[in-house]
């Protein structure tokens, strides 16, 4: 499995922006997809976005696309979710996992990993 550590989260006001970190650990990634994932209270945990750690892919959730980006730094085992235009309902814990590429991992049940969460607040 790989180690994975959150932070960056906050309170921000709709319309700004945050930008999520996940350092990893434990692995080698380039055959793994990392992924961001979203839970708020009562409600299932949702996909984000995920990138191939191989060849930098990747995938986003409709209603994220065009405000949140995903990126990773190779030198540094860190993923990243640059979030702009928040909106309250962006509100949510904020999990970052790791799965394996092959699958192009859209769900849950997809990632072995997971890390610990950070809160995002959106006030509006």
């Known amino acids: 499995q790989v180690q994975l550590v959150e932070s960056g989260g906050g309170l921000v006001q709709a319309g700004g922006s945050l930008r999520l970190s996940c350092a990893a650990s434990?692995?080698?990634?380039?055959?793994?997809?990392l992924g961001w994932f979203r839970q708020a209270p009562g409600k299932e945990r949702e996909f984000v976005a995920r990138i191939s750690w191989r060849d930098g892919s990747t995938y986003y959730l409709d209603s994220v696309k065009g405000r949140f980006t995903i990126s990773r730094d190779n030198t540094k085992n860190t993923v990243y979710l640059q979030m702009n235009s928040l909106k309250p309902e962006d509100t949510a814990g904020y999990y970052c996992?790791?799965?394996?590429?092959?699958?192009?991992?859209?769900?849950?049940?997809?990632?072995?990993?997971w890390g610990q969460g950070t809160q995002v607040t959106v006030s509006s």
């Open positions: 434990g692995r080698a990634l380039n055959t793994y997809a």
């Open positions: 996992a790791a799965g394996p590429d092959y699958r192009r991992p859209r769900y849950q049940y997809e990632y072995d990993s």
